[in-house]
């Protein structure tokens, strides 16, 4: 029987944190807070090379074989003994054979004697260094070339310099790459053994949501948070429960909130969540499961629940998101993505900010983190200048498509001048 600690409350990780104020609370603190809320799927299971992508290795991939298995030439050139090389002088030596790229050259090579070699073959037997074919001239059986164009061991690559028979060529939490998919096929490995997927469920409340097809009515507007919340989590390879539109009514959203504890291992909700709002969402939230109401110091954003709802001896992590289009795409990136890779069982680092020179000069009051929607251009000096997208409202989505990445300015930043630094995260790969 294998034991499962039980995880903390939120009570006890809210006292662990130093100065953790749900109604005032720091961006940069979230993510530690979320860190302890999730804890990684423990089930896994076996996968084929081409199913592997983007998934996140359950155990350490050790290498069966050599990287590369032999020394080989990095080049189309001639392979000698380096030894042969004089200093200041040039060197002559004889071709005797031609060594191609998929079998061994058998045949000796003596003093003086060289052979000519495909990038990629089997370095014959003796010789250790290769000549690229563009630096020599060829008379007859002759070879020569000016002296000290090449050293001793250059353009050999040798046996294992990659990997060796027998290290870890992938580490277990690493999530797998398309480098990391040719690496797997080049030991020969025809799969691997990954974490299962995660499964999240997310759904939109309010009376005034319209799903697509309705028709329009006077104080409702289409919901756009399914969508945008269906490709981020789309771009995260994970298994996506869309549970739609939720009215906003005691049994629908009980209903809802129970059916996705007990399918999914993370429930997303857009709305509903806000400090002054009076409404159902956060009673349902309060009434199944551990959760907190956070008014975090940040723009957009804010409002934010987190917690877990149990049902049928399944626990699931809570992301309440706010309503507003851009707020949900911020709190996603900044927050939610943290959290799911851990859940996932990734190992991966916290994103690293670009640093970009502000086109513009930026207000801000120090007291709170701000996410604005930026444009990264390189300029012809090579550095990155940023420019925002224009309106930066919280609803006002077309500005995340035009823009790239978003501009952070942390919690104790006052105002930007024009040419001031800024970090970025950027968009690639998230969204």
């Keep these: 029987m294998t034991y499962k600690p039980t995880p903390p409350s939120l009570d006890e990780i809210a006292a662990a944190l130093q100065g953790y104020d749900p109604k005032a609370l720091r961006a940069d603190t979230v993510n530690a807070f979320l860190a302890k809320l999730v804890s990684p799927v423990q089930a896994s299971e076996d996968v084929g090379v081409f199913d592997a992508l983007d998934r996140v290795l359950a155990e350490d991939v050790i290498s069966p074989i050599s990287v590369p298995p032999h020394d080989n030439s990095a080049m189309d050139g001639f392979a000698f003994r380096g030894s042969e090389l004089k200093a200041g002088q040039s060197t002559s030596l004889r071709v005797v054979g031609t060594a191609y790229a998929g079998k061994a050259y058998a045949e000796p090579v003596g003093a003086g004697e060289c052979v000519k070699i495909m990038t990629g073959a089997v370095m014959p037997e003796g010789l250790d260094t290769v000549i690229p074919v563009e630096f020599t001239q060829i008379e007859g059986e002759v070879l020569s070339f000016a002296a000290d164009v090449v050293r001793q061991g250059d353009n050999r690559r040798c046996l294992g310099e990659d990997l060796m028979a027998g290290q870890p060529a992938l580490r277990k939490g690493d999530r797998i790459g398309p480098a990391a998919l040719g690496l797997i096929a080049s030991l020969g490995l025809p799969g691997v053994k990954v974490w299962r997927k995660v499964?999240?469920?997310?759904?939109?409340?309010?009376d005034e949501i319209l799903s697509l097809g309705e028709a329009p009515r006077e104080g409702a507007v289409y919901d756009s948070n399914r969508y945008t919340v269906f490709g981020l989590l789309k771009r995260m390879n994970v298994d996506v429960l869309d549970m739609g539109v939720i009215a906003d009514e005691p049994k629908a959203l009980e209903a809802a909130f129970r059916s996705a504890a007990a399918n999914a291992d993370a429930i997303i909700t857009s709305g509903g969540v806000s400090m002054g709002e009076a409404d159902y969402t956060k009673a349902m939230m309060k009434k199944l499961g551990d959760v907190a109401f956070w008014r975090i110091a940040m723009r957009p954003g804010r409002?934010?629940?987190v917690g877990r709802l149990e049902e049928?001896?399944?626990?699931?992590?809570?992301?309440?998101?706010?309503?507003?289009?851009?707020?949900?795409m911020v709190t996603f990136l900044a927050f939610v993505r943290p959290a799911l890779l851990k859940l996932m069982g990734s190992e991966a680092p916290a994103p690293v900010?670009?640093?970009?020179r502000s086109a513009e000069a930026l207000r801000k009051k120090p007291g709170r983190t701000e996410y604005q929607r930026g444009v990264v251009t390189r300029e012809p000096d090579g550095g990155l200048t940023v420019r925002i997208t224009g309106n930066q409202g919280s609803g006002v989505l077309r500005s995340m498509v035009e823009a790239n990445g978003l501009i952070v300015l942390h919690h104790d930043q006052g105002n930007i001048v024009a040419g001031g630094e800024v970090d970025v995260m950027m968009f690639d790969g998230a969204i």
């Design 303 to 305: 409002p934010m629940a």
């Design 199 to 206: 499964k999240v469920a997310y759904f939109s409340t309010g």
């Design 353 to 356: 900010y670009l640093k970009a």
């Design 312 to 328: 049928n001896g399944r626990s699931a992590a809570l992301f309440g998101l706010p309503g507003n289009p851009v707020a949900v």
